[in-house]
């Protein structure tokens, strides 16, 4: 199938009464969704990860939490990166940066490699090695220490965001094997096969 009718199952999939989003948080989501499919699949990386990610940390807001000076839809701390939080506020350059400064770094530390056959594979299970690359994204970069209380915490972080991830996944299987045939539907765009 094609992309395009990919990128309609995936704005459908934030649609689900299974997850915990306002409206505008949903719109959100669909209007970002494609550009986070299109920069993961770029870097080699699971896009339901990505959604995971920025489902668990904003729900697609663009937040400012003051508490630990983090800002944007990733929650990224800009005093480790040369961005203000008002540049931080942006999709793109929230996505772009959780990448440059956590998602690739991380990813070097581990031997995880994501395939794109794999999103439309019901049975794939993110590995060990996504986990432990979300779970340095919730720790930051100042968290080493098995025994310090932001370990324990991205720990617990870390399973949060694959059992999101799996459901996502799961979420996006159902509708696409449901409406597959049906998607081209969906708007004016057409989705050629």
Request: with cysteine; charged share 25%.
């Given at each position: 199938?094609?992309?395009?009718?990919?990128?309609?199952?995936?704005?459908?999939?934030?649609?689900?009464?299974?997850?915990?989003?306002?409206?505008?948080?949903?719109?959100?989501?669909?209007?970002?969704?494609?550009?986070?499919?299109?920069?993961?699949?770029?870097?080699?990386?699971?896009?339901?990860?990505?959604?995971?990610?920025?489902y668990?940390?904003?729900?697609?807001?663009?937040?400012?939490?003051?508490?630990?000076?983090?800002?944007?839809?990733?929650?990224?701390?800009?005093?480790?990166?040369?961005?203000?939080?008002?540049?931080?506020?942006e999709?793109?350059?929230?996505?772009?940066?959780?990448?440059?400064?956590?998602?690739?770094?991380?990813?070097?530390?581990?031997?995880?490699?994501?395939?794109?056959?794999?999103?439309?594979?019901?049975?794939?299970?993110?590995?060990?090695?996504?986990?432990?690359?979300?779970?340095?994204?919730?720790?930051?970069?100042?968290?080493?220490?098995?025994?310090?209380?932001?370990?324990?915490?991205?720990?617990?972080?870390?399973?949060?965001?694959?059992?999101?991830?799996?459901?996502l996944?799961?979420?996006?299987?159902?509708?696409?094997?449901?409406?597959?045939?049906?998607?081209?539907?969906?708007?004016?765009?057409?989705?050629?096969?």
């Amino acid at each position: 199938m094609t992309k395009c009718m990919i990128i309609k199952a995936l704005m459908l999939m934030w649609t689900h009464s299974d997850l915990d989003m306002n409206e505008q948080d949903r719109i959100n989501a669909m209007n970002n969704t494609e550009l986070v499919y299109d920069y993961s699949l770029r870097n080699n990386f699971d896009p339901f990860a990505v959604f995971s990610i920025v489902y668990n940390e904003s729900r697609f807001r663009n937040l400012e939490d003051l508490n630990t000076a983090s800002c944007g839809a990733f929650q990224i701390a800009h005093a480790y990166v040369p961005y203000s939080c008002a540049q931080l506020k942006e999709f793109r350059i929230s996505l772009e940066i959780a990448f440059k400064y956590h998602i690739l770094l991380y990813k070097e530390k581990t031997d995880y490699h994501f395939d794109e056959t794999k999103v439309l594979d019901s049975k794939y299970k993110a590995p060990v090695s996504l986990k432990e690359i979300l779970r340095l994204y919730a720790s930051g970069p100042n968290c080493k220490n098995k025994k310090e209380e932001c370990y324990l915490q991205s720990e617990t972080k870390a399973k949060t965001r694959i059992k999101t991830r799996n459901k996502l996944h799961a979420i996006f299987i159902d509708i696409y094997k449901k409406y597959s045939g049906n998607l081209h539907l969906l708007d004016n765009k057409k989705c050629t096969k």
